[in-house]
């Protein structure tokens, strides 16, 4: 699967990154992905995507490596909201 990053004009509408249906959670980005799967993004087929999008593919794997904190703790905080509010209410 191939992903298409860009920024649209001004003006466009994404709708939600997000959604619910019943106990179910949708999210529109990658939670998963870790440091050593930026790491090895450009050898995976990404330089062209970095290069394309203005990001240099030998400063991606320190630029995850300097939000990796932050992405867990983002990440943790998603799962417990998920946990806390969907995943224990009713359908």
Same mark, same amino acid.
């Given at each position: 699967?191939?992903?298409?990053?860009?920024?649209?004009?001004?003006?466009?509408?994404?709708?939600?990154?997000?959604?619910?249906?019943?106990?179910?959670?949708?999210?529109?980005?990658?939670?998963?992905? +870790?440091?050593?799967?930026?790491?090895?993004?450009?050898?995976?087929?990404? +330089?062209?995507?970095?290069?394309?999008?203005?990001?240099?593919?030998?400063?991606?794997?320190?630029?995850?490596?300097?939000?990796?904190? +932050?992405?867990?703790?983002?990440?943790?905080?998603?799962?417990?909201?998920f946990l806390d509010r969907v995943a224990t209410a009713s359908a």
């Amino acid at each position: 699967m191939a992903h298409r990053l860009g920024v649209p004009v001004p003006g466009v509408w994404f709708g939600a990154p997000a959604f619910r249906a019943g106990r179910s959670l949708g999210v529109q980005f990658r939670p998963e992905i +870790t440091t050593a799967v930026v790491h090895r993004y450009p050898a995976l087929g990404g +330089t062209e995507q970095c290069v394309r999008h203005g990001v240099d593919p030998e400063e991606l794997p320190a630029r995850g490596r300097a939000l990796e904190s +932050t992405a867990r703790d983002n990440a943790g905080r998603l799962t417990d909201a998920f946990l806390d509010r969907v995943a224990t209410a009713s359908a």
